[in-house]
């Protein structure tokens, strides 16, 4: 078993910046790829990104390209999400999940976190 935890999250204006962490235990963290996926309020998990075992590979959503970058230290166990120029539509709870394979779908995801808040106020 693999446990994930995120942090970093809050209250930011439109236009400022966020790093998210999600710090990894219990299991071999390079064997995993790691996506982050976001919920608002009433709404379906969405894909944000991933990024593979190595950290060689990374995809992102449409919406955040050029926005938000993602990236590993395998060596602390952990996986960044940079979010700049945040907008409101950024709103909702950001998760981290683990998983064998880096896909845009979480049903391939294996561990998850608790998720961390980021609100983007206009």
């Known amino acids: 078993q693999v446990q994930l935890v995120e942090s970093g999250g809050g209250l930011v204006q439109a236009g400022g910046s966020l790093r998210l962490s999600c710090a990894a235990s219990?299991?071999?963290?390079?064997?995993?790829?790691v996506g982050w996926f976001l919920q608002a309020i009433g709404k379906e998990r969405a894909f944000v990104t991933w990024?593979?075992?190595?950290?060689?590979?990374?995809y992102y959503a449409d919406s955040v390209k050029g926005r938000f970058t993602i990236s590993r230290d395998n060596a602390k166990n952990t996986v960044y999400l940079q979010m700049n120029s945040l907008k409101p539509e950024d709103t909702a709870v950001y998760y981290c999940a683990a998983g064998t394979l880096a896909m845009t779908t979480d049903r391939v995801y294996q561990y998850w976190g608790q998720g961390t808040q980021v609100t983007v106020s206009s």
């Open positions: 219990g299991g071999t963290f390079s064997s995993y790829a």
């Open positions: 990024i593979n075992r190595s950290g060689s590979a990374t």
